[in-house]
């Protein structure tokens, strides 16, 4: 076995995974403060690797999130030796972050092995509880708010950004066996799991994404609040968090819905622009 990685070269590894994406987490912690951002890289990691290993890792993805898991004992009870729980490691000791989130995190992976249905939208939600929520979580104890209430409306964020992300990209879970549709929403509107494999979005699909879209903006408005309740630069983190899952919604409405002929997405001039405008409200916000 070989010996666990320094410190130094294990923050170094976290970062290298962190700028080798270009996602919302990656791209937004430019943003923050620079002596926030190598702990910032280091939760992006372990998120990364947990979602890779339920997604894309070769072999048996449930002995692999097991071992994983394992891992992350030895973190807050050992000594870990892959690198990015030994930067982890670090970083819980000097933020006080408990293993439920990390924990959470795994078996929401371990509920993506196999077919996945959901009954109820409150099934859904409890499923995001595992596999969005706990981000949000782990990003307040880097601020230093652990407040229930800080909490709560992080949770309606991270929760909305994962519905943004389902609603998006229906047709592309379906096709590797997930539907995170509702069933009872689907048998509302009428719509069957054969009209996700049409090359084209039914009038009743349409009607059923709807719905679940306005379900999605109702959580952003809810979370939005968390802005006001953070200090600093890291209030244009949320709000650009907040504003681009709004805009993935809008590019779903732009679409007519019809999210089975094309993955809407958000082109990156309008990402830019998302930057520059959420910035500027927040500045006048400080001046007025």
């Given at each position: 076995?070989?010996?666990?990685?320094?410190?130094?070269?294990?923050?170094?590894?976290?970062?290298?995974?962190?700028?080798?994406?270009?996602?919302?987490?990656?791209?937004?912690?430019?943003?923050?403060?620079?002596?926030?951002?190598?702990?910032?890289?280091?939760?992006?990691?372990?998120?990364?690797?947990?979602?890779?290993?339920?997604?894309?890792?070769?072999?048996?993805?449930?002995?692999?999130?097991?071992?994983?898991?394992?891992?992350?004992?030895?973190?807050?009870?050992?000594?870990?030796?892959?690198?990015?729980?030994?930067?982890?490691?670090?970083?819980?000791?000097?933020?006080?972050?408990?293993?439920?989130?990390?924990?959470?995190?795994?078996?929401?992976?371990?509920?993506?092995?196999?077919?996945?249905?959901?009954?109820?939208?409150?099934?859904?939600?409890?499923?995001?509880?595992?596999?969005?929520?706990?981000?949000?979580?782990?990003?307040?104890?880097?601020?230093?708010?652990?407040s229930e209430a800080s909490g709560r409306?992080?949770?309606?964020?991270?929760?909305?950004?994962?519905?943004?992300?389902?609603?998006?990209?229906?047709?592309?879970?379906?096709?590797?066996?997930?539907?995170?549709?509702?069933?009872?929403?689907?048998?509302?509107?009428?719509?069957?799991?054969?009209?996700?494999?049409?090359?084209?979005?039914?009038?009743?699909?349409?009607?059923?994404?709807?719905?679940?879209?306005?379900?999605?903006?109702?959580?952003?408005?809810?979370?939005?609040?968390?802005?006001?309740?953070?200090?600093?630069?890291?209030?244009?983190?949320?709000?650009?968090?907040?504003?681009?899952?709004?805009?993935?919604?809008?590019?779903?409405?732009?679409?007519?819905?019809?999210?089975?002929?094309?993955?809407?997405?958000?082109?990156?001039?309008?990402?830019?622009?998302?930057?520059?405008?959420?910035?500027?409200?927040?500045?006048?916000?400080?001046?007025?």
């Open positions: 076995m070989e010996p666990p990685p320094s410190l130094e070269a294990a923050y170094a590894h976290c970062a290298a995974i962190a700028k080798d994406h270009y996602e919302n987490f990656s791209v937004a912690s430019l943003l923050l403060p620079r002596g926030l951002r190598p702990a910032f890289y280091t939760l992006y990691a372990y998120c990364r690797h947990t979602d890779d290993l339920g997604d894309e890792a070769k072999g048996d993805r449930l002995a692999l999130l097991e071992e994983w898991e394992r891992e992350l004992v030895r973190v807050y009870g050992g000594e870990p030796t892959d690198p990015i729980m030994v930067a982890l490691q670090d970083v819980i000791r000097r933020f006080g972050i408990p293993d439920e989130p990390f924990g959470k995190l795994i078996q929401a992976n371990r509920m993506d092995q196999g077919r996945v249905r959901f009954e109820t939208f409150d099934e859904l939600r409890e499923y995001c509880a595992h596999s969005a929520n706990p981000v949000g979580r782990m990003v307040l104890h880097l601020l230093g708010d652990t409306l992080s949770d309606a964020t991270c929760t909305a950004l994962q519905l943004a992300n389902f609603w998006q990209d229906v047709k592309r879970d379906h096709l590797v066996g997930r539907v995170y549709l509702p069933r009872e929403d689907m048998n509302r509107f009428g719509v069957t799991e054969h009209d996700l494999t049409m090359p084209t979005a039914s009038p009743a699909f349409k009607t059923l994404l709807r719905f679940e879209v306005g379900r999605a903006q109702g959580l952003f408005e809810e979370g939005i609040a968390l802005v006001d309740r953070v200090r600093g630069r890291v209030k244009l983190d949320i709000a650009l968090f907040s504003k681009g899952g709004m805009r993935t919604l809008q590019a779903i409405r732009e679409c007519d819905y019809d999210v089975l002929a094309g993955r809407p997405t958000v082109p990156t001039s309008r990402k830019l622009w998302l930057v520059l405008t959420t910035g500027a409200r927040l500045a006048l916000r400080r001046v007025v």
